[in-house]
């Protein structure tokens, strides 16, 4: 399926509610609804620590109600899979979704979309750094229904590759990302078009895989034509700019990073007291005399943000050791923000600050 048979396309998680025919009154159901409500509410919120054992409720005590072979026990299986997918519970949530992938293919057979998400989300849940056969395997798998079932050139089929790609990218480091990436940004460029928001994602996700290639200036062109797809689109224009932004500083391109930080500065609402977090941060050189003594600690530092989105004049207002102060200086200097604006125009903002960490055990 993929080039070489090795190997988010942001695809909106299709997740199985549960359906009921009629309504549920005993002390069991109540339970019931109670616990899925729960994971509705806190999964539509995308907090999945509060949501994993409300899934984990409803999913047992759904299995009390409803027949085991029946579609919301499926559902129920599945949501909890992907909750514990979610917190990062990889051992036990690979068991609930091969547990709902069995369910699935019962109910629907083995060639049906309606396993697409599990099968996706198996894979995610397989992911091991340099190690991607097991999460190969589950996304060519969900590859091979999608192209049968929506067709080689259809923008479901090129939305799915870029969705294995960035995973693959993002959770397991592989470089055979790039495979399912170029072949489903080639395909919506036709199916949907270059200035779709479904290519945009793919270019935004291939600037990112070349970066990682050593590639900046192929990475470059894919990430600025990623800026055009999401015209319109606030977070995904902002997503792609601060990257770039980190790009140009690490390049020593700071002017053209400029250029970037006014950009998003005009998007940001002018909120005085916002919370101020830069777009491109340096980590700090640990000092030799703190590590051979085994400190650990913090630095707070006080600094004005030039129109620019530069940092100016820090100062350090408290440490927890002296031998920090300099470290924290050095990378506080070579920060970028967002400018603030004010009646459409850049200003200076004073009295900003940022505690530097500083763990020996890092």
Known sequence: MFKDHRNTA?????????YFSS???????????????????????????????????????GRQIFP?????VAALNYNYGLSLRKTGD???????????LKR???????????LVPVLMELGAANAERRKDSQQLYYYQRAARITKKVYGSES????????????????LSRSRNAIFPLEKGHRLLQKAVGPSHNLTAVAAYNLGRMNMLLRKPKKGERYLLSALSGFEGDTTGEMMVRTFLVSYYEEMDESEKATEHCLAIG?????????DYQPLHKKLPTYPDSA??????????????????????????????????????????????????????????????????FFDVSD
């Open 10 to 18: 942001f695809l909106i998680l299709v997740c199985f509610p549960v």
């Open 23 to 61: 309504v549920l009154a005993d002390s069991t159901a109540d339970a019931f609804n109670a616990a899925f409500a729960r994971y509705e509410s806190a999964s539509s919120r995308g907090d999945f620590k509060t949501a994993q054992p409300a899934a984990r409720e409803s999913y047992e005590l």
């Open 68 to 72: 085991e072979s029946s579609k919301n």
């Open 90 to 100: 990889l051992e036990d949530a690979r068991r609930e979704l091969k547990s709902a």
């Open 104 to 114: 699935y293919e019962l109910l629907y057979g083995k060639k049906s979309t309606q």
């Open 155 to 170: 923008k479901e089929y090129g939305a799915l590759l870029v969705r294995a790609g960035a995973e693959l990218m993002d």
């Open 266 to 274: 005009r998007m940001q609402p002018e909120y005085p007291n916002q």
């Open 291 to 356: 590590q051979l003594e085994g400190l650990s600690g913090s630095v707070i530092v006080e600094f004005t943000i030039d129109e620019k989105g530069f940092v100016r004049d820090p100062k350090v207002i408290e440490t927890d050791h002296v031998a920090f102060s300099g470290a924290a200086l050095k990378a506080i200097e070579e920060f970028r923000y967002a400018p603030r604006f004010l009646d459409g125009q850049p200003v200076k903002t004073t009295g900003v600050l940022h505690r530097v």
